[in-house]
């Protein structure tokens, strides 16, 4: 706060954002690094869970940061929501993840594969849509990533349903429960990144 | 976008308010018949299905509208917020049924035609209270719904905790397990129609 | 109404919300009494029931004078939705006590006994901050206040995962999934704490 800086405030904000937008794909590569291949799994984890307090500090430096300026890029309970909504992406990626180690679970099958795939997907429209915040010429294409992070979304959910089917057919009932816990915090995860999606499709309706 | 038309552009978005709350309760509708007369299903569910696709367009055509008008006859955010909610209600009737298919549950009980009637009151009030968006004279009793959804919701909360009790006493935990997603979706039905009311809630304390 | 008051309107805005409040600590204590000592358990039953119709009362009390008030202490819809937050920690410690009834559990394990404790923690945050939303001055510390209940809700979390961990060691299935219930409306009563603390956040923010 001492430090003088040449770069100005509106502009940092972005750069925040930008960075746990980062952070998102960072951890959701991590998991897909982890289901797709069942070794090393305390070290895989481990990463999981520094990613997920490197967003933790990302957030936090967001929402102070909110505190001490007087000028926003855009409505500040919006800013604070975007922070949050980032934040629990990364948080049930690592709750998913948690669980698996947890419960001891065996080999991640295909569904879980196919759920970490479409997280990571999501983040990295995250990714593409952030950049867009910055210039009002870049409102409206904004949108697009929206659009396909809600199709992302309900692929998603397919997916966990279809998951939840085979789970009765194959597994005994304390399986059933365990995978069904780990199935819903990855289904969450999209989830959340639909919430990020609707705070890019508000800030884009209200600065049209 | 080319044709002119008299009508002004409000109206419109009042119209496409009140073509998804139709929407609601013909899916509500749909779901009452399948649970009540467990009979030529595929085709019953076909048709939810075919309502869910219904009420995503009238959704897109509501965001689509925002981002084209300058003026809107609410809060940008609101009329976002109400789409995403009748959306979700219609979303959340779809996942019960498409649960009751895939796990290839037998013929539903009486908690759960319960549960589909209450969700069918609940869009009945929505359908009552849109039209009522489209004059300040009418946001006063906008609140008498809300209330009465409201109520609902409690009602439909209090089936799905004594469904959840006699599904312990009556069947083996693999179908608990089922029914209690099934029940699941259909209290989160009501949930939804909560939200749909908070935001008329909203609406009407801001223009008050 | 018809009464004259020298009390400001204002004031009394504060006076519900810190009303509130203290019914929030008041049933999260009652919980906390009925799972340490599990004993007189209707009568303790019966009193978080009243609490809960007490919460109620004062959320209704908060949502009709919205309706009547042309000046509001802070953004309408900021205070209808911590109502309805505090609202909604209470229905779901209700919620867990009732789930215990219903399920017939036995006696609450040490992991229901600790996330009674962090209800209650996160219950008294709120209060101590409620009283500071009544001056501009006090807003800057209120955000201390959110930090701990992000913190409580944080541990809430683990005291879940944990707990499930330890059922399926310990339990039957039947167990696993009816403690599971009680554990997750635990869970979400610490949540819907932290929904207050974003409003809280939030009109610190606006007003700073």
């Given at each position: 706060m001492a430090k003088i800086s040449i770069m100005?405030?509106?502009?940092?904000?972005?750069?925040?954002?930008?960075?746990?937008?980062?952070?998102?794909?960072?951890?959701?590569?991590?998991?897909?690094?982890?289901?797709?291949?069942?070794?090393?799994?305390?070290?895989?984890?481990?990463?999981?869970?520094?990613?997920e307090h490197a967003g933790d500090s990302v957030t936090h430096q967001i929402i102070a940061m909110l505190?001490?300026?007087f000028v926003t890029p855009f409505d500040r309970e919006d800013i604070a929501l975007l922070a949050h909504s980032m934040d629990d992406v990364v948080d049930f990626i690592h709750s998913a993840a948690d669980y698996m180690?947890?419960?001891?679970?065996?080999?991640?099958?295909?569904?879980?594969?196919?759920?970490a795939e479409i997280i990571l997907l999501g983040a990295k429209e995250v990714v593409a849509a952030a950049p867009k915040l910055r210039k009002k010429s870049g409102l409206k294409s904004l949108l697009e990533h929206c659009i396909e992070i809600n199709r992302l979304e309900n692929q998603?959910?397919?997916?966990?349903?279809?998951?939840?089917?085979?789970?009765?057919?194959?597994?005994?009932?304390?399986?059933?429960?365990?995978?069904?816990?780990?199935?819903?915090?990855?289904?969450?995860?999209?989830?959340r990144c639909e919430d990020v999606a609707n705070v890019f499709e508000g800030v884009a309706l209200k600065n049209a």
């Open positions: 100005p405030r509106e502009e940092k904000f972005f750069d925040l954002i930008e960075a746990g937008a980062a952070n998102m794909v960072r951890t959701a590569e991590a998991l897909k690094e982890l289901v797709n291949d069942w070794r090393d799994i305390p070290e895989k984890f481990h990463k999981i869970t520094e990613l505190h001490r300026s180690m947890l419960y001891k679970v065996g080999k991640p099958n295909d569904r879980v594969r196919e759920l998603a959910d397919q997916a966990y349903r279809a998951a939840l089917v085979e789970l009765f057919e194959e597994h005994n009932i304390a399986d059933v429960i365990k995978w069904r816990e780990i199935y819903e915090s990855m289904e969450s995860a999209t989830d």
